[in-house]
Nanobody, 123 residues
Framework: QVQLVESGGGLVHPGGSLRLSCAAS????????IGWLRQAPGKEREGVSC????????YYVDSVKGRFTVSRDNAKATVYLQMNSLKPEDTAVYYC????????????????WGNGTLVTVSS
């Protein structure tokens, strides 16, 4: 059974940091691209970052470039999203999703999603 489980969300002050984790099970993580997406209240879900399976190439939406870093540890079957210099506009539910490859900062043909983890950036 394929599962993706996000964790690491919480409340943080502007300028703070969080590290999200996406724990994968039921499949071999090394063969898939994994993307992070987010959905803010009242807004559509948007792609944030993607890491490829083949060579760990990473992609980011312009609004997070230089602040967020995506990485993967295939041995631990986990993908991480390190988020620094957080801003109130980063507040959202963050999801990880499995795809065939990265199409820019979103995975292509996403077929499994996690349930999300809430990140709130507020003073």
């Amino acid at each position: 059974q394929v599962q993706l489980v996000e964790s690491g969300g919480g409340l943080v002050h502007p300028g703070g940091s969080l590290r999200l984790s996406c724990a994968a099970s039921g499949f071999s993580l090394e063969y898939y691209a994994i993307g992070w997406l987010r959905q803010a209240p009242g807004k559509e879900r948007e792609g944030v970052s993607c890491i490829s399976a083949s060579d760990d190439t990473t992609y980011y939406v312009d609004s997070v470039k230089g602040r967020f870093t995506v990485s993967r540890d295939n041995a631990k079957a986990t993908v991480y999203l390190q988020m620094n210099s957080l801003k109130p506009e980063d507040t959202a539910v963050y999801y990880c999703a499995r795809g065939y490859y990265c199409s820019g900062y979103s995975p292509y043909r996403m077929d499994y999603w996690g349930n999300g983890t809430l990140v709130t950036v507020s003073s």
